[in-house]
């Protein structure tokens, strides 16, 4: 038991500087560090939880959510109307869609948002992909 704590810390220990990088590279670092993080506390199902859990890092946190929808709203950003499931993953067209500067007082770095269907989403510029669904 000692051994596999030890073993746990160390690999905690070699991520540190992943966490690091993960807070600043956005939602893909970020569920790479949680989706190893969570394989060390919890085998695979571990993994998975702590990869979905560690996607959001560098997104708008919940509890910025209420205010940064209504900054959105207060832009009139026009609504792009998508015909399939507004979900994080799904990707924009290259055209039709105006992508717009997240304010810096929500620390997000490297993302854009839109409006989709509504509903404010965060986009990740180069691939386009919804990296997350404000509520």
Request: hydrophobic residues 45%; aromatic residues 6%; glycine residues 14%.
């Amino acid at each position: 038991m000692s051994k596999k704590i030890l073993l746990a810390g160390a690999i905690l220990a070699s991520l540190a500087p992943a966490a690091a990088l993960a807070q600043s590279g956005g939602a893909a670092a970020g569920a790479a560090t949680g989706a190893v993080g969570g394989a060390i506390v919890g085998g695979p199902v571990g993994a998975a939880v702590g990869g979905v859990t560690g996607a959001i890092v560098g997104g708008i946190a919940d509890q910025q959510q209420p205010e940064f929808r209504q900054y959105v709203t207060t832009q009139k950003v026009p609504s792009y109307t998508y015909k399939e499931e507004v979900r994080v993953g799904a990707v924009l067209p290259e055209s039709g869609v105006t992508l717009y500067e997240v304010p810096a007082q929500y620390k997000v770095k490297g993302y854009r948002y839109t409006v989709v269907n509504d509903t404010p989403v965060l986009v990740e510029p180069s691939t386009r992909k919804i990296v997350q669904v404000i509520n």
